[in-house]
């Protein structure tokens, strides 16, 4: 393999003092594999298209995912330093908190369970699929030559199912319990950097939001239901009061009938990017007060309650744990909840998750959150490129696109490795043929935007 370009090698150096330099090179074209791959994301398609099929050394490149020593812990966190470095230097960083089910079956997949699948269920339908549920955490951020805000993944986790902790005797771990360590540690990585959450209904548990803002806070916003308990803020123990301090004062009216009350005042206001939307009015109403349940820590929130004037979207209430955000910006950070589903679906359809075969405990836990991964660094590497290249769209008759995709940035990255001869080609003594360059240009795009 001859040298790789520099905008490519100046991506993933940093992950260079990972690995061995044994297995370093491998590592490189493995990646290449997997970034000019169509279909399925196995080790086998990577050496194909690299011309590699009839190296008898391809043990190694499966001995990378199932064998090798490489901490994915230490990966993650040169990711999210490299993101940071080149899209968020300084300011707080605004994380986006979603699980998602990768489907697969076998005796020999041991973390999997059945859970409830939310891409083909309904609030009236409920379907369930057998496979591995994943836990990840996404760095949301504008792109500048995008002009939208992407999540762009570093740090994901599976979360084995209960009938798996259960039969090695260990202690079930919910979605909350990953979630709260995986914050932690990016707290940890990220000293002094404030850390604001988004995240869905799921992650509205008392208990878990009061733990987060213990220590350095971290600021959560999610969904709140219209029947919550609320309630004021205690009042302040008068001088020699006796008996138990209260944890609450009066119980406040829930927000379904503030929704009905026609002296509700609501504040008409201009939302910007509202999934995919360049301007959205909206109507709101927030105030402070104390969400409590018996049993459960008091937990001080601000709370927004939206509707929609034309009625177009159901009326949603969010919570937050800054009293201090105001109403906009708390309704502008959950709307970009909606690109971690984007991301979710990109590489599914572009990145090939769920179609990889591992399944050795420690190939499973590697190989999905690598191929997450691989979309922020596609991200970085077409950042790269485009800082001397101008930003290429693909366009059509019927389709007059004039910003980049992820898929455009996928090309950007193919159309470069494809022009380095970093696999192997027809012998040199090989007897040439004549190609019309117009075929050429259309085979390339066709195998640049292959999914």
């Excluded at 330099?21 to 399925?40: C, E, N, T």
């Excluded at 020999?108 to 309904?122: E, L, N, T």
């Excluded at 059509?396 to 910003?403: E, F, G, Q, S």
């Excluded at 090309?411 to 696999?423: D, I, S």
Aim: proline content about 6%; charged content about 20%.
């Amino acid at each position: 393999m001859t040298r790789l370009p520099k905008w490519f090698t100046a991506v993933l150096e940093g992950f260079a003092p990972l690995f061995s330099a044994r297995i370093w090179p491998q590592v490189q074209l493995l990646v290449v594999g997997a970034l000019l791959s169509p279909g399925k994301r196995t080790v086998t398609a990577a050496l194909r298209v690299l011309g590699l099929a009839d190296d008898p050394r391809f043990g190694t490149f499966h001995r990378l995912l199932n064998r090798a020593r490489w901490s994915s812990l230490q990966a993650s966190r040169v990711l999210l330093g490299l993101l940071l470095m080149a899209l968020v230097p300084s300011g707080p960083l605004v994380l986006g908190l979603d699980d998602t089910i990768e489907r697969r079956t076998g005796a020999k997949i041991s973390a999997k369970g059945i859970y409830r699948d939310p891409v083909r269920s309904s609030h009236g339908h409920f379907v369930k699929a057998s496979g591995l549920r994943w836990l990840s955490l996404m760095l949301l951020t504008p792109i500048p030559w995008a002009h939208r805000i992407w999540a762009l993944p570093f740090l994901t986790a599976l979360v084995p199912s209960q009938r798996y902790h259960e039969e090695r005797g260990h202690r079930h771990k919910t979605l909350t319990d990953w979630a709260r360590r995986m914050l932690r540690l990016v707290q940890r990585w990220c000293p002094g950097r404030p850390l604001i959450v988004v995240a869905d209904g799921a992650y509205a548990s008392i208990a878990w939001l009061h733990d987060l803002q213990q220590g350095q806070p971290i600021t959560v916003i999610t969904r709140l239901r219209l029947d919550a308990a609320l309630y004021d803020p205690a009042s302040e123990r008068g001088a020699g009061q006796m008996g138990r301090p209260r944890l609450k004062g009066n119980r406040l009216p829930t927000l379904a009938s503030l929704l009905q009350d026609p002296e509700t005042r609501w504040e008409r206001v201009q939302v910007g990017c509202w999934y995919g939307e360049n301007r959205r009015e909206v109507e709101i109403v927030s105030r402070t007060a104390v969400w409590y349940h018996t049993g459960l820590p008091p937990l001080p929130v601000r709370w927004a309650l939206i509707r929609d004037p034309k009625g177009r979207c159901s009326t949603q209430a969010l919570l937050c744990t800054d009293l201090l955000q105001t109403p906009i910006q708390i309704l502008e950070h959950f709307v970009q909840r909606w690109q971690l589903e984007v991301t979710v679906e990109e590489v599914r359809a572009h990145l090939g998750v769920e179609t990889q075969r591992q399944w050795t405990d420690l190939a499973i836990a590697r190989t999905t959150p690598a191929l997450l991964g691989l979309f922020s660094l596609v991200t970085l590497m077409a950042h790269e490129r485009w800082k001397s290249h101008d930003v290429w769209v693909r366009r059509a008759a019927w389709y007059d696109k004039t910003l980049p995709t992820f898929v455009d940035a996928l090309a950007e990255v193919r159309r470069a490795l494809w022009k380095v001869p970093t696999f192997r080609t027809s012998a040199p003594e090989r007897e040439m043929v004549q190609v019309p360059l117009e075929f050429i240009e259309r085979l390339t795009d066709a195998l640049c935007y292959a999914a």
